[in-house]
């Protein structure tokens, strides 16, 4: 079993910056990959970023890429999400999610957090 806790977002001007962190518990192997997904209201969930846990493989979502970083402290069992440059487009509940073969597609990921609103005012 894995638990994860997101923490982190909160309301934030266009062009700010916010950082999510994803605490885990529970047994995370080196082959793990730790995704972020978001939900705005009316739509389905999307992927954000993924890493895996030994830090081998990174991914964005084209719609992402230059402005969020996706980062492990395996220390402190914690996947941070650096989003800069926040358009009010990127408001949506950010999810941290868990699986040890999934990447991109949410319905693959066995393990979830509550979630974490992120809203971004224009």
């Known amino acids: 079993q894995v638990q994860l806790v997101e923490s982190g977002g909160g309301l934030v001007q266009a062009g700010g910056s916010l950082r999510l962190s994803c605490a885990a518990s529970?047994?995370?192997?080196?082959?793990?990959?730790l995704g972020w997904f978001r939900q705005a209201p009316g739509l389905e969930r999307e992927f954000v970023a993924a890493?895996?846990?030994?830090?081998?493989?990174?991914g964005y979502a084209d719609f992402v890429k230059g402005r969020f970083t996706i980062s492990r402290d395996n220390a402190k069992n914690t996947v941070y999400l650096q989003m800069n440059t926040l358009k009010p487009e990127d408001t949506a509940v950010y999810y941290c999610?868990?699986?040890?073969?999934?990447?991109?597609?949410?319905?693959?990921?066995?393990?979830w957090g509550q979630g974490t609103q992120v809203t971004v005012s224009s």
């Open positions: 529970g047994r995370i192997f080196d082959n793990y990959v």
């Open positions: 890493i895996r846990w030994n830090g081998y493989n990174i």
């Open positions: 999610a868990a699986d040890s073969a999934a990447w991109s597609v949410a319905k693959n990921y066995d393990y």
